[in-house]
């Protein structure tokens, strides 16, 4: 069965801390990897994405994400978080429509 | 450009009327999709559409649920004699072709009393 696994359901960092969002997928064929953002009462913004090739991607926002398949997992990681990136995060899978995670939400102090 | 537009933002019906849930694509993108979003939980599929041809609704929870997009472009998406597991916010999103990223609307926040 395909499914999207974000283990972590509420995170807490300071400002200007390393932040590091856990996403482990099942998929039959090759997958098509998504990592979007969403604020309160908004809809989902794309960070970034992997269809094919280099394993590390840049995104939006200072964000990147590591695909590995040996351990069917696209991490999101950004070197130093800021107040602003408080918010819901989603991990999606799919070539077409997408499965999505049930979302770890990013708490941020000064 | 514009983004994905939904109308209304939030609607509120009483257990067992119908309503209508708008749907306004990025101009150009050939694929649509509706989503399901419960409190506290990811998005989960609901129908998807190529043009005006709807090529999945696996999603669609019961034959209540009725979804259109008769000239390829703007989309509708109707629950009949609507239940209060039904609240939960809409979410279309558009994309120039079905396997490009996706981009979502604001959702339509549905609340049955």
């Known amino acids: 069965a395909q499914s999207v696994t974000q283990p972590d359901i509420h995170i807490t960092v300071s400002e200007g801390a390393s932040l590091e969002l856990r996403c482990n997928y099942s998929y039959g064929a090759t997958p098509y990897l998504f990592w979007y953002v969403q604020s309160p009462g908004q809809g989902l913004q794309l960070l970034l994405k992997y269809f094919s090739g280099d394993t590390l991607v840049q995104g939006i926002k200072g964000f990147e994400a590591e695909f590995k398949r040996s351990q069917s997992s696209f991490n999101l990681r950004k070197p130093s978080v800021h107040w602003s990136d408080a918010a819901e995060y989603f991990c999606?899978?799919?070539?077409?429509?997408?499965?999505f995670g049930t979302g770890t939400r990013l708490q941020v102090f000064p | 450009g514009a983004g994905v537009s939904q109308s209304p933002r939030y609607k509120v019906a009483k257990r067992g009327q119908d309503v209508a849930l708008r749907c306004d694509p990025i101009?150009?993108?050939?694929?649509l999709f509706w989503y399901q979003q419960a409190l506290g939980q990811g998005p989960e599929f609901l129908t998807y559409f190529q043009n005006e041809a709807q090529l999945d609704k696996s999603g669609l929870p019961s034959d209540r649920f009725f979804a259109e997009r008769p000239e390829g472009s703007v989309s509708t998406l109707k629950i009949q004699r609507t239940q209060q597991e039904d609240s939960a916010v809409y979410l279309c999103a558009s994309g120039r072709v079905s396997n490009q990223p996706q981009h979502f609307g604001d959702g339509t926040r549905l609340s049955i009393l």
């Open positions: 101009s150009g993108h050939v694929s």
């Open positions: 999606a899978v799919g070539a077409d429509k997408l499965i």
